[in-house]
């Protein structure tokens, strides 16, 4: 899933969105941060997807080397790639003694263990920090980018060559839309890679 950041902050979402809105706790949530460190028309991968406060949360790294996803409201972007991660679980939890119900969308080490797994994460704890590092790399590779523009050279027999360093390594990978070599590490555009026809952009 990816999606571009339009809106940065809760005074610059439309009107008739903060008046049907109707979420006191929303607004207060959003204003705590007057100025989310988002870059407007900038694409994100979603890591993860939650629903507080009847209302939908993204979980993205603001940069690459993030070692953790913030969480962000769901208005602030425009949907451009609506199709899940094939990484992604869903589940739903019952906390605070069974009063706050909460679901998660993200990778099962996440999902299973919510709120514990990302409270480790964010105080950078070895063990979660590698499995998001783990299934960032994957992520990355799942969706399209428009920044990256040249492909890897297809041969027969599986077998790919990378423009930059030459080096040639066979890869069936039809479900990836990147690709990264595996001597020099440039990213590249996956020739194999077949869009499904449920990859298809939408806004929401």
Not at 6 to 22: Q, T
Not at 129 to 148: G, N, R, V
Not at 175 to 203: G, H, M
Request: charged share 30%; hydrophobic share 35%; net charge negative.
């Amino acid at each position: 899933m990816k999606v571009k950041a339009i809106y940065k902050n809760w005074a610059s979402l439309p009107s008739y969105f903060v008046l049907e809105s109707d979420s006191p706790r929303l607004e207060y949530q959003i204003n705590n941060r007057s100025d989310y460190d988002l870059e407007l028309e900038k694409e994100y991968i979603v890591y993860g997807m939650t629903i507080r406060d009847n209302f939908t949360w993204y979980f993205i790294c603001e940069e690459s080397t993030s070692r953790y996803p913030g969480w962000y409201p769901s208005p602030f972007f425009e949907v451009i790639d609506s199709s899940l991660s094939r990484f992604w679980i869903y589940t739903y939890k019952k906390l605070d003694n069974y009063i706050t119900q909460r679901c998660v969308f993200s990778f099962p080490e996440w999902a299973n263990n919510h709120p514990d797994f990302y409270d480790r994460l964010t105080d950078w704890e070895e063990e979660e920090t590698a499995i998001f590092k783990k299934y960032k790399e994957l992520m990355d590779l799942e969706f399209e980018d428009p920044a990256i523009t040249e492909y890897a050279q297809q041969e027969e027999d599986g077998w790919l060559i990378c423009w930059s360093c030459y080096e040639a390594w066979q890869l069936f990978n039809t479900l990836d839309a990147l690709i990264k070599c595996p001597k020099c590490e440039k990213i590249l555009n996956n020739p194999r890679y077949v869009k499904s026809e449920y990859s298809l952009a939408r806004s929401f």
